[in-house]
């Protein structure tokens, strides 16, 4: 059974031709903007019950908003231990192939974590975001994921495991390669002239509250960065004020689209 009556559900695929698994809600019509939402490292997109109550807020403002599985995660196809920020950045884009056939548009992107730094290396080269904003995204990749492996764990030296939120998951070397290829500071420098709004709480337990900064100053005008006070990792006590700075933004960014 879906979520709510005005959710629906939509499959599209990657470019390896995996199934990707979705939840649309549209406002009662069938064009206009969209808020692609990404979850974050282990996570799904339903976050936990949050991503749909929060896109059902969305809905109240009149944006369609379109919440995905990553591949190897939630629903969608694919392996778990073999996803990387290139496949991920793949299904996002994926994600904005589907919403412009299906006349959303305006598109923005929202990530959190792992997602919120998927959308900035999306959005560095896919012009078709009309904005982004991140909560709790990392910077420093390598040092972070890094800080948290142990291994290899397999004879071929080729499996990782690592100590997420939600315990023991295990991935391939290709994951550490491929990070190597991304500088998150000089990609959130290609969003400009668009707008992106980073979302960092200061007690931040996973990632360093740092990171927010170095995204801050990689990144061209127009930029905001919010630092919420006794904020953890998952904004547990603190998601109403990420959503009203998040719908502020918002709407203040689409009436330049009117």
Not at 30 to 44: A, D, L, Q, R, Y
Not at 171 to 180: C, I, M, S, Y
Not at 194 to 203: A, D, H, N, S, V
Request: glycine share 12%.
């Amino acid at each position: 059974m879906l979520p709510g009556h005005n959710w629906k559900s939509i499959k599209f695929n990657n470019s390896p031709g995996h199934n990707l698994n979705g939840l649309l809600l549209t406002p009662g019509t069938t064009k206009g903007p969209v808020v692609i939402v990404c979850h974050g490292f282990t996570g799904s997109k339903e976050g936990g019950g949050m991503a749909l109550a929060m896109g059902e807020e969305l809905g109240q403002r009149g944006y369609s908003v379109l919440l995905f599985d990553f591949s190897g995660n939630g629903e969608s196809e694919g392996l778990f231990e073999q996803i990387t920020l290139s496949g991920q950045i793949d299904d996002l884009k994926c994600a904005v192939d589907w919403c412009i056939s299906a006349s959303l548009d305006p598109v923005y992107t929202t990530g959190r974590s792992f997602g919120g730094t998927t959308v900035i290396c999306h959005a560095a080269s896919d012009l078709r975001v009309a904005g982004v904003c991140t909560w709790a995204a990392p910077a420093r990749l390598k040092e972070l994921f890094t800080e948290f492996a142990d291994g290899p764990v397999d004879e071929k030296g080729e499996l990782y495991a690592l100590a997420g939120e939600d315990g023991v998951t295990y991935l391939r070397k290709t994951f550490f390669d491929d990070l190597a290829g991304y500088d998150v500071q000089a990609l959130a420098g290609q969003i400009a002239p668009r707008p992106l709004l980073i979302i960092q709480g200061e007690k931040d337990e996973v990632v360093d509250p740092a990171d927010a900064s170095l995204i801050y100053h990689g990144a061209g005008q127009p930029k905001e960065l919010l630092y919420i006070p006794g904020a953890d990792h998952r904004f547990s006590r603190h998601r109403q004020v990420v959503w009203n700075t998040f719908f502020a933004w918002l709407e203040n960014n689409q009436q330049r689209h009117i």
